[in-house]
């Protein structure tokens, strides 16, 4: 079998690759869009629920903060009063009109047999018309997800794009001693280990459906495929040839994967279906291929090569044709990402001195940008959220490696991971 090059064996793992790097970046231009101004009347219920309904609040408020779409105007700045176990009339919508907002959010909260039910509301004070009404329904553990429902749901109706709160990331742990799968919340809650391989788990990646994981573990020594089933628990070995099966992409569909493997001699994509059948090779050089990323119309991919020397970003056709470069700054560019919206690919980047960091190029090349700022740290192994403005991230920037998420535009970076572990390789579902 032909030697495995550094760089590509280092691409399991996250570490340091010391290169020399130039870079030329343009400024991402930012866009003039207005916050959506909202305000939050106190959460209703018995008095017993207090602790409950802070925490669905503050849940809410946070979630609206994150979504870098509205502007949280409190109540209090504008002589509103806490309202009573009935919803706001309309005098009371009528004066957070004249104060600007935009929004005005009421919910009441009240037990149920096993569970929850938040009767959630939304009015629009410019008419005074109730936009959203709706009763959300949540298990007694499910307290937290009322709040990322009411979000979501928010959102959708004021800009007619899907929310992420509800959505979840996963990503590789060392906590236990060995690197297994994890999953948390997309602010990072309900942190929970999925596999127990005891072993090295690496490259989670979520299907379409958010209902299964692909990952690549050396449970039985050799780094085989596997496809987890989040509902049943089942785990199907879906490639496992001597050598490296790694860095596998779901199709948008959820019908294929494409992944890297080493079994012909050097690293090439192949495609295989979800069940392990099928397979099929789509590159064919002596140069390494890896790190496949699929287009959201499924009709392109995205990947790793260094056919031109260092590791560089390329595009082809899903069936392997119409092979072109994308980027051309810096001799190492790895790990690319390709937007859910279609319209940005982000990657790994090396700057001038020698470290990581996450940027990103217009999937037709007539930009490029870089996301995240160059320090004495590695940033790395980016992966988008739904709405194709914000992305999860592997550093190091604190010590050990952790999670954070950051809008393309480099604001807003947040850490999602805090415990004494390395946290890495991350992937956001799309649902």
């Known amino acids: 079998m032909k030697r495995v090059p550094l760089w590509v064996l280092l691409s399991l793992f996250v570490t340091e690759l010391p290169v020399n790097a130039a870079e030329v970046f343009m400024e991402m231009q930012r866009s003039g869009f207005r916050k959506i101004p909202v305000a939050i009347m106190p959460f209703q219920g ?25 502007e949280l105007i409190e109540t209090r700045d504008i002589g509103l009063s806490p309202a009573s176990n009935e919803a706001p009339g309309s005098s009371v919508i009528d004066k957070a009109s004249k104060a600007g907002v935009l929004a005005l959010l009421w919910a009441k909260l009240a037990p149920q047999e096993n569970g929850w039910v938040l009767e959630s509301h939304a009015y629009e004070t410019a008419k005074g018309d109730q936009v959203v009404g709706v009763k959300i329904f949540g298990g007694k553990r499910k307290l937290r997800q009322l709040a990322h429902r009411f979000s979501d749901k928010l959102t959708l109706h004021f800009t007619g794009e899907p929310g992420v709160a509800q959505s979840k990331i996963t990503y590789v742990s060392d906590l236990s001693g060995n690197k297994e799968v994890y999953i948390m919340d997309y602010d ?54 001597p050598g490296l099966n790694f860095s596998a992409s779901w199709s948008p569909s959820g019908k294929q994967l ?125 992966s988008w959220a739904q709405n194709g403005r914000e992305l999860v991230f592997t550093s190091n920037r604190f010590g050990k490696n952790q999670i954070f998420s950051i809008h393309l535009d480099g604001t807003h970076m947040r850490r999602l991971t805090s415990n004494p572990a390395n946290n890495t390789s991350p992937s956001w ?3």
Not at 303 to 318: C, K, N, V
């Open 188 to 241: 990072g809650a309900n942190k929970m280990r999925y596999t127990r391989d005891r072993s090295i788990a690496i490259s989670p990646r979520w299907s379409p459906d958010a209902e299964k994981i692909s990952y690549t573990s050396f449970r039985k020594g050799n780094p085989n495929l596997y496809v987890l089933d989040l509902k049943t628990g089942t785990r199907t070995e879906i490639a496992s040839f």
């Open 258 to 382: 494409a992944f890297a493997a080493t079994k012909d001699g050097n690293a090439e994509i192949y495609l295989v279906n979800a069940d392990g059948t099928g397979l099929k090779r789509l590159t064919f050089n002596a140069a390494d291929d890896l790190s496949p990323s699929w287009s959201p119309s499924g009709k392109q991919i995205a990947f790793t090569s260094d056919r031109g020397g260092g590791p560089q970003i390329y595009i082809m056709d899903a069936d392997g044709a119409n092979v072109h470069r994308l980027t051309f700054d810096g001799n190492y560019n790895t790990s690319p990402a390709w937007s859910p919206t279609g319209d940005w690919i982000a990657y790994a980047c090396r700057n001038e001195e020698r470290r990581l960091k996450v940027c990103a190029d217009r999937a037709d090349g007539t930009q490029s940008i870089a996301v995240t700022e160059s320090g004495h740290w590695d940033d790395e192994s980016p």
């Open 46 to 70: 018995e008095a017993e629920l207090k602790e409950e309904l802070t925490i669905i609040e503050n849940v809410l408020r946070s979630d609206l903060k994150r979504s870098h779409v509205f």
């Open 429 to 431: 579902s799309l649902r």
